[in-house]
């Protein structure tokens, strides 16, 4: 008696690691898909506030003018970076590189004061730069505004080509994941099918036959979501060693959001899987049980 309820529990128990090793290597491509996605995107940010605008300011302001209209720009929601660049530095800095002082010949500075700056990646796309440079050009203190149109429409269409190809990179990989576990959660209901039919035979109510295997499911669902995180986090380790600059683009924001996903990934498609391979056996006649 002991031998078979020892015997009964080390198949059980076999079974729940089965359904925990395979639900695990799916939910880990998961998360790895969802980690592509989200550093796309930080990647994509990056590139977008390096896109450098520079404003060309009239000869007429002063320093101090110059510095006050970059303190106001500062504080503008589009600004990322920015930084003013006075003529005397810019005459400074090309003296070196040509070797001779050009207002020697000219008897005065032939540059500009510029202001430089980034913008945050939400405004830097070709509608924000519209309404932005409409902005600037109401500034008497700005004479020209330049930036590379054709760079900046080149990255917004590169980055929306590559979240279409990643979106359905995600669908197509998260509809593989549901229909592997669901096969694997099916095939561990599938072997009590029988325990099953004899429960409701005694009366048992289709709620209290499933819940035994809700529990299951959500300890198969926890469990895996916990060892999918630690595998994913030992990448990241072993990433991190190799390659410590990676850590600006994978920062600690995207690990969290990618656990989160991963456990809510994990806990809904186990309980969903486990409710519906529960109810589909549940429904089926004796002389149905014997054919599948």
Request: charged share 20%; net charge positive; proline share 2%.
């Amino acid at each position: 008696m002991s031998s078979n309820i020892l015997s009964k529990g080390r198949k059980g128990g076999m079974q729940i690691a089965t359904l925990c090793m395979s639900t695990t290597m799916v939910l880990v491509l998961v998360g790895m898909i969802a980690f592509f996605v989200l550093i796309a995107r930080n990647v994509s940010d990056s590139v977008k506030e390096n896109l450098t605008v520079t404003l060309l300011l009239s000869d007429s302001i002063s320093q101090n003018q110059g510095h006050e209209l970059t303190r106001t720009l500062y504080h503008r929601p589009y600004t990322h970076f920015i930084d003013y660049v006075g003529n005397k530095e810019i005459l400074r800095d090309e003296t070196k590189q040509l070797g001779m002082d050009p207002s020697e010949f000219l008897d005065e500075n032939p540059f500009s004061s510029t202001i430089e700056l980034t913008l945050k990646a939400d405004y830097a796309n070709e509608d924000s730069l519209k309404w932005i440079e409409k902005e600037w050009k109401k500034e008497k203190a700005i004479m020209d505004i330049t930036y590379q149109k054709d760079l900046i429409k080149t990255v917004n269409d590169n980055i929306r080509r590559i979240s279409i190809v990643l979106l359905v990179l995600v669908v197509v990989f998260l509809l593989i994941s549901i229909s592997l576990i669901n096969n694997t959660i099916r095939l561990g209901v599938y072997a009590h099918r029988f325990k099953m039919h004899t429960m409701k035979l005694v009366g048992a109510s289709y709620g209290f036959i499933r819940r035994p295997f809700m529990w299951r499911m959500l300890l198969v669902g926890v469990l895996s979501s916990i060892f999918a995180c630690i595998l994913l986090s030992g990448g990241l380790y072993a990433l991190f060693s190799f390659e410590p600059e990676t850590q600006e683009i994978i920062t600690p924001d995207i690990m969290i959001m990618v656990a989160v996903a991963i456990l809510a990934l994990g806990l809904i498609i186990s309980l969903v899987c486990g409710f519906f391979s529960v109810n589909r056996f549940l429904r089926m006649k004796a002389g149905d049980l014997y054919k599948i």
